[in-house]
């Protein structure tokens, strides 16, 4: 079992940054890529970014391409999403999950952190 807990999130202007963070527990956190989905009202669940358990390949959605950063703190048991130059098209509940690999579904979730960017 591995639980995690996200926190971070929070209401930004558009064009601002937000860190959100994800703190991992239970099985060893560095078995597993971890990667983050966001989920808008009335749209399905999408992968925003992913990283590899080693930390050396991601994969980032088209829209956050060069705005967004995946990464992870293995001594800390813990991965970040760090959004910068925020759009309203963000605005989204941010989940946490631990994954097989990098495109596999999600073995575990946190419970979400909301981000809300006004337009």
């Known amino acids: 079992q591995v639980q995690l807990v996200e926190s971070g999130g929070g209401l930004v202007q558009a064009g601002g940054s937000l860190r959100l963070s994800c703190a991992a527990s239970g099985r060893s956190f560095s078995d597993y890529a971890m990667g983050w989905f966001r989920q808008a009202p009335g749209k399905e669940r999408e992968l925003v970014a992913a990283i590899n358990y080693s930390g050396r390949s991601t994969y980032y959605e088209d829209s956050v391409e060069g705005r967004f950063t995946i990464s992870r703190d293995d001594a800390k048991n813990t991965e970040y999403l760090q959004m910068n130059n925020l759009k309203p098209e963000d605005t989204a509940f941010y989940y946490c999950?631990?994954?097989?690999?990098?495109?596999?579904?999600?073995?575990?979730w946190g419970q979400g952190t909301q981000v809300t960017v006004p337009s």
């Open positions: 999950a631990a994954m097989g690999c990098m495109y596999c579904s999600a073995s575990y």
